[in-house]
């Protein structure tokens, strides 16, 4: 049943400019400083990847659904993020 | 106060849409606050994604849905080995299309955080293999009722053991070495083992395992054979996967 419901969730990835991408963050309580590094704007700390445990760069950030999840991009840490929190929000 | 007909065109738009709108800054105050509010309300609905590589999100989405990822989970449950397994079977569409830069990026970011193991996997993907293994997987945890934990258990070992239980044949290898070959895993009765092959190199295997199970050779070691998987690729070749099983519960060597 879990399974079911998960598979008949379809999310769409885009990309986005970097405009639109900062757009959203701030939206979202987050600011990009002069070098393109993400911060929290609640406590003006450097938004650290959950999956990469790393500084994220505006350009390299994935924003993906949840309770806004941004993470560094690539193909392993897209496919953890699937294993670690899509699979957890969309149940 | 927005003009009603401006609030029925906004009301219209997609999250992607009101995104661009929001950035350019070319709307009025009011409707840029409200804009605002239902860019919050439409992101809360999961419906998006952003990202700077869209087709490779949507490929693991896809993956994440297929009955081959589902029957992995079903068997080894949630595990960091699902992020591989997800990538093997990414690596293997990539594979069968030729994409071999996206491959190496792949690779040096699995070998970074997970070294030989991560490595292995990816490969299974990418010679083919990781299908068969997932078909097996899933048989024998049907078959016997094992658990998640005994089933995660077991494909560690399989990984670990993975040099030592495959044979990937190739046409100048030859049928005769293949035959030998063959004889000599059964004889260090081996739990399991693994032959892969593509192509004419598939058929030359295909002949060279008749002639065992013809001879009565596996059945007379002690093994089952199995054919588990025959697909055609892109080039129209076909990828074979045979699993040969030791059917004696004594003097083998398990994984």
């Known amino acids: 049943m879990v399974l079911s419901i998960m598979n008949d969730i379809d999310v769409k990835f885009e990309d ?25 704007k609640e406590t003006k700390k450097e938004h650290i990847c959950p999956v990469t445990k790393d500084v994220v760069f505006v350009e390299n950030a994935s924003i993906l659904p949840g309770s806004t999840v941004i993470i560094n991009t690539t193909d392993l840490s897209l496919s953890e993020y699937f294993t670690e929190f899509f699979e957890k929000i969309l149940n | 106060m927005i003009p009603p007909d401006v609030y029925s065109e906004l009301l219209t738009k997609s999250l992607p849409e009101l995104l661009k709108l929001y950035a350019a800054g ?39 849905k297929s009955d081959a990822y589902q029957r992995t989970k079903g068997c ?26 996206a491959i190496a990026n792949m690779r040096n970011n699995v070998y970074d955080k997970y070294g030989n193991d991560g490595i292995k996997i990816l490969n299974m993907g990418s010679t083919g293999a990781l299908m068969p293994i997932i078909q097996h997987l899933s048989d024998i945890k049907i078959k016997n ?30 049928k005769e070495a293949l035959i030998e070959k063959i004889k000599h895993y059964m004889d260090a009765h081996l739990e399991i083992f693994f032959v892969f092959s593509i192509g004419t190199a598939g058929d030359q295997a295909k002949k060279a395992i008749s002639t065992l199970n013809n001879n009565r050779t596996i059945q007379k070691k002690g093994y089952m054979l199995t054919l588990i998987s025959r697909k055609e690729d892109q080039m ?5 996967s045979w699993i040969f099983r030791n059917t004696y519960n004594f003097d083998k060597v398990f994984l």
Not at chain 1, 23 to 34: P, Q, S
Not at chain 2, 76 to 101: F, V
Not at chain 2, 236 to 240: C, Q
Request: aromatic fraction near 12%; proline fraction near 2%; hydrophobic fraction near 35%.
């Open chain 2, 145 to 174: 009722n094992y658990s998640q934990t005994y089933m995660s258990d077991y494909f560690k070992k399989v990984i670990e053991n993975w040099a030592n239980i495959t044979i990937f044949h190739q046409t100048e290898h030859r």
């Open chain 2, 26 to 64: 070319t709307i009025g105050k009011d409707a840029i606050e409200w804009v605002k509010l239902r860019i919050k309300k439409l992101w809360e609905k999961k419906q998006y994604g952003f990202t700077p590589e869209p087709q490779i999100a949507s490929g693991l989405q896809r993956i994440n």
């Open chain 1, 16 to 40: 986005i400019d970097i405009e639109e991408k900062k757009a959203l963050m701030d939206i979202l309580g987050y600011y990009i400083d002069e070098n393109g590094l993400i911060y929290n």
């Open chain 2, 236 to 240: 129209g070749r076909d990828h074979f």
């Open chain 2, 76 to 101: 080894i449950g949630n595990n960091p080995y699902l992020n591989l397994i997800r990538l093997g079977l990414r690596i293997e569409e990539l594979s069968e299309k030729g994409k071999i830069e």
